[in-house]
């Protein structure tokens, strides 16, 4: 069921694109029915969680490193699952009517949906290292919807430093999850939290809280965190309002409750956690009074109330635990409800510079009670569920067991204080800055009330606010014990939700909030004036950017201290510290010659002798590019033929067919280059290169003798010998190929695919000229296609093909295979592209090479996934005997399924290679 | 006798490819090279012929026709190089 329940948004995720194409339906419905669904669902599977059960339901995924897809609802989860779900549901209609046509396409709800998901998985995990994959997909997710107005530069920064920031969180928070599974022994959250005090008493508890904190803060907007959040409101409201209030901020938060048990209790996590959330309060709720968007000012206010819950979490204490989740939902409901208005205000009125909006009750008056009952929850005013969870915060940090031997324990109840007071007063703003104060100032639209079912979200959280607020032990109490429960791991202590706790000092702190913040909020003039003369403002986007900026540069120093540009330089590099590693590790060595030697035989000396004058050739007119090349063909040759006279000839054949597809590219190729390199290098270094590349040579001499004379006990005797008995054929090379090291065969047929699209990609649409004249001044032929070779080369054809699936069908057994069958065919059909030119040859050629290359690579694929289908590891062959008529006994192994992928792959290769060099000439009759 | 036969069509063998070889790096001409490679693989084809049939095994029929069938695809490459630069048209 857990299941289901997370994979429902990711489901829907998938859905939205093809039920709005395919169906027609709008994409709103298909996400809000989405959400929908998984709410109800949850909301009945989550029945037994309010009496303390804990669901579970578990799968392996990666043992070997802890890794389960594992899910659990307990009353936490269920707790962040319903704020998900049920506020998503919300956000989701609201938005139906928030964003315009276009924008509410299906790219809007199915990243809605993915984050959704995530932070549904993220709650509901059981795993940690699942969790952490969550994790990031929030931040993912988070990145996608902040920029989702990507044509603005704001929602592009906004969403860069958000994933910056978050991202970065989210390594760090990784290195403290797998520490702590470390130290745990299991990273099932079960184990974790049953482990006790295992964790908080390890010598490495401070890293692990450092790392973890540093995660939760940068998720949670925590200071000195906090900036990317304003930044974030670039992005559309019903985002803000669903993220960056009720959810995805909450994360964090929702951490430090899962590990409150674990981490919490110590002193450090006192100081910690309660010091960044004190600090996070007050600054944002001193910012949110100076802002001047709607949205900033909700965000600063976000900020701050995130600040309170953490500072909560941080005091250590049940109560304050209590409070803390209290204080999610209460915060949830109502700020969700306070970034629908102001986004209906936005939407209405053109504007969120609270400058220009003045007196809209006169224009909205639905909207501005919903909003103003929102606000003053915000602020704590009886009678609403703000009220409650800040009278219970006030009174937690009136006992503070960590403080009360101290000298500053007035610090936390003051500071409470203080915050309230600019609570009160930045609420008194969003009220009466907005709603009243005068008229409008220059609006681009005149405002009016938004569409009906625009406002029934906020209705909704409204009516939350006050039932909450009035009812809380028929409302929330349930919801609350369960999830406190889940929390501390054990019993809950006494604690009461009333509106009258009889006449007692967080009483006092409220009734001074109120007040303070009245009289704050009437000098507002004198404190913006004071505000904007402070001259240093802190911008901690700057200071993003700018570490990105640096990190930049410090790659770019590294690379150009590293990097010379010369491929001289870095061959010389290479091989002499290649030549360095290799005398350190040789140098007094000797090899006993254990093994003697093959006697030399004259065709080995003709051949050896070749193939050095070759070689030194080639290198000796590199600077004639055409002789190089010829040159290196008799290496080429030499190669293959020293192959098959020490009895490889699936070797020797497929070199001989590499060495010709390489002539031709790379003649392809040169055709746009000069024919003659200038002599580039000085007598001195042409001497150190040579002494280099002399001592390198020696080196592999030396390293291949004492390979030779050694008596290796290497793996090819095993090979040999399982080659019939376990492969099914008698070549052995074949059988290696897709057979024993299938998998491998798999990876480079993939790799060679890879690259083949890489080149077609970098070559696609290409057109250069070519040089009018050769090298050497004279005109070209005339005769583009002579009629010798065109005839000649269609006779080949049929002839190659034949040889190719003979090559084929034989390569289990005898020299061949899918490999070296689909060079000859590659080969072949090569040919008529050089013999006929690329428009004849495309004509008699229709199909598409990348789709060829594709399908090889589906079809070897296919194969290895077949063998799960009858229960057997990937890739395992099989092979039987067949007898037919005429052809007599022969074997079938579905090893050579896998190898016509090997061939289709091959085939397709050579010719997108080849062919698409040869397109790259720019023609006058093609202009 | 077939032993003493092969001994000396190797060793004639040989010595043609060392004519090659000769021919290959003295040039003058790319043309001259370019047949030179041509030959060199037509006698690299007779060479491994031989040799399988020396030690009497068949696999190295297929490289031999391997060369016979596309040795000249090289050579067919470079020659319309020469002529016109641009191999495939």
């Not at chain 1, 006050?466 to 609350?480: A, D, E, K, Q, S």
Request: proline share 5%; with cysteine.
């Amino acid at each position: 069921m857990l299941y289901l329940l997370v994979s429902i948004p990711f489901i829907g995720a998938l859905l939205v694109y093809p039920a709005t194409e395919r169906l027609r339906l709008p994409p709103s419905l298909v996400a809000g029915l989405m959400a929908l669904s998984a709410l109800v669902l949850l909301l009945f599977i989550g029945f037994p969680v309010y009496s303390g059960a804990v669901l579970l339901s578990r799968a392996e995924w990666i043992p070997q490193i802890g890794l389960s897809f594992s899910f659990r609802l307990d009353g936490l989860g269920l707790l962040f699952a319903e704020l998900i779900l049920g506020i998503g549901v919300l956000v989701v209609l609201y938005a139906r009517y928030y964003l315009t046509e276009l924008e509410a396409g299906p790219r809007f709800y199915a990243f809605l949906l993915l984050f959704m998901g995530a932070m549904l998985g993220l709650v509901l995990s059981e795993n940690l290292l699942l969790m952490m994959v969550f994790w990031e997909l929030t931040s993912l997710a988070s990145f996608l919807l902040i920029g989702f107005r990507r044509h603005t530069s704001e929602a592009r920064q906004g969403a860069r430093l958000a994933l910056f920031v978050t991202g970065g969180g989210g390594f760090a928070l990784l290195a403290a999850v797998l520490i702590m599974g470390q130290i745990v022994g299991s990273y099932e959250l079960s184990d974790v939290l049953a482990s006790g005090r295992l964790v908080a008493d390890h010598h490495l508890y401070p890293l692990v809280l450092v790392l973890f904190l540093i995660g939760v803060g940068t998720k949670s907007a925590q200071f000195p965190f906090h900036f990317w959040l304003p930044h974030a409101m670039a992005a559309p409201t019903p985002v803000s309002a669903y993220l960056h209030s009720a959810t995805m901020v909450k994360a964090g938060i929702f951490l430090l409750g899962r590990f409150f048990p674990v981490l919490a209790g110590s002193e450090l996590w006192f100081y910690m956690v309660s010091g960044m959330g004190l600090s996070t309060l007050l600054l944002g709720a001193y910012l949110a009074l100076f802002q001047h968007d709607l949205k900033g000012l909700l965000a600063y206010s976000t900020i701050s109330h995130l600040g309170l819950i953490t500072l909560l979490f941080g005091l250590g204490t049940p109560l304050g635990e209590i409070a803390a989740i209290f204080h999610v939902i209460n915060h949830a409901v109502f700020k969700a409800s306070l970034f629908m208005a102001a986004g209906i205000i936005d939407h209405e009125s053109g504007t969120r510079d609270m400058r220009k909006l003045n007196g809209l009750f006169k224009y909205m008056p639905h909207t501005a009670a919903l909003a103003m009952v929102a606000a003053a929850a915000m602020a704590g005013v009886p009678l609403l569920n703000g009220f409650l969870s800040k009278e219970m915060f006030f009174g937690e940090t009136l006992v503070l067991k960590w403080l009360v031997e101290a000298q500053w324990h007035w610090l936390f109840p003051m500071a409470a204080t203080v915050a309230g007071i600019f609570a009160v007063a930045y609420s008194l703003r969003f009220i009466h800055d907005v709603f009243f104060n005068g008229e409008p100032v220059n609006l681009p639209k005149t405002p009016h009330e938004p569409p009906r079912w625009m406002k029934v979200p906020v209705e909704v959280l409204v009516v939350l606010c006050i039932g909450v607020g009035v009812f809380p032990n028929f409302t929330v109490r349930p919801l609350l014990e369960s999830a406190a429960a889940a929390v501390l791991q054990q019993p809950l202590p006494e604690f009461s939700l009333s509106i009258w706790h009889g006449f007692n000092t967080p009483l006092v702190m409220s009734l001074v909030a109120m007040g303070g913040g009245a009289i704050l909020y009437s000098g507002r003039k004198w404190l913006f004036r004071a505000h904007d003369r402070i001259p240093f403002q802190i911008s901690g986007k700057q200071w993003a950017e700018s570490l990105v900026e640096s990190i930049f540069q410090l790659g770019e120093m590294v690379d150009r201290l590293l990097d010379s540009r010369s491929l001289r330089r870095y061959s010389f590099f290479l091989l002499a510290i290649v030549v360095a590693a290799g005398a350190v590790s040789l140098w007094g060595e000797s090899f006993p010659a254990a093994k003697a030697l093959t006697p030399v035989t004259i065709p080995v000396v003709i051949g050896g002798l070749l193939l050095g004058a070759g070689s030194i050739a080639t290198a000796v007119w590199h600077g004639k590019r055409l002789l190089a090349v010829i040159m290196l063909s008799i290496v080429g040759l030499m190669t293959a033929l020293l192959f098959a006279y020490f009895s490889a000839p699936d070797l020797a054949m497929t070199q001989l067919l590499v060495e010709i597809a390489s002539v031709i590219l790379v003649l392809l190729a040169m055709y746009f280059l000069p024919q003659l390199t200038p002599p580039e290098s000085s007598r001195i270094r042409l001497a150190r290169d040579i002494t280099l590349g002399v001592i390198a040579g020696i080196g592999v001499a030396i390293l291949s003798y004492s390979m030779l004379v050694q008596p290796l006990d290497s793996i090819s005797s095993y090979y040999l010998s399982q080659s019939k008995p376990g492969g099914g054929g008698t070549n052995v090379v074949n059988v290696i190929l897709v057979d024993f090291r299938g998998f491998d065969t798999l990876g480079e047929v993939t790799v060679l695919g890879i690259a083949a699209v890489g080149i077609v990609a970098m070559i696609g649409g290409l057109k250069i000229w070519g040089p009018e004249k050769d090298w050497l001044g004279r005109s070209w032929a005339g005769d583009r296609h002579p009629v010798l070779l065109t005839t000649v080369s269609k006779l080949i054809l049929p002839f190659a093909l034949i040889v190719s699936a003979y090559l084929f069908l034989r390569g289990h057994n005898y020299p061949g295979g899918g490999f070296i069958a689909g060079l000859v065919t590659g080969v072949a059909l090569t040919l008529q592209y050089i013999a006929s030119g690329s428009d004849r040859a495309r004509q008699r050629l229709p199909w598409d090479n990348l789709k060829l290359v594709g399908a090889g690579i589906l079809i070897a694929t296919g194969t290895g996934l077949g063998s799960w289908v009858f229960g057997f590891p990937f890739l395992t062959t099989t092979f039987a005997y067949v007898t037919l008529p005429i052809v007599g006994k022969f074997e079938i192994a579905s090893a050579m399924l896998f190898d016509l992928g090997v061939y289709l792959a091959v085939v397709g290769t050579v010719l997108l290679i080849l062919a698409g060099m040869g397109g790259l000439h720019q023609r006058e009759e093609n202009v | 006798m077939l032993s003493v036969v092969i001994s000396i069509a190797m060793v004639l063998l040989g010595i043609a490819l060392l004519l090659n070889a000769w021919r290959l790096f003295r040039g003058p001409d790319a043309t001259d090279r370019i047949l030179a490679l041509d030959t060199l693989y037509i006698n690299s084809a007779a060479l491994i012929i031989l040799y399988g049939v020396d030690i009497g095994r068949a696999d190295f029929f297929a490289a031999a026709l391997l060369i016979a069938l596309f040795g000249f695809v090289s050579t067919m490459a470079l020659a319309k190089f020469l002529l016109r630069g641009d191999i495939i048209e």
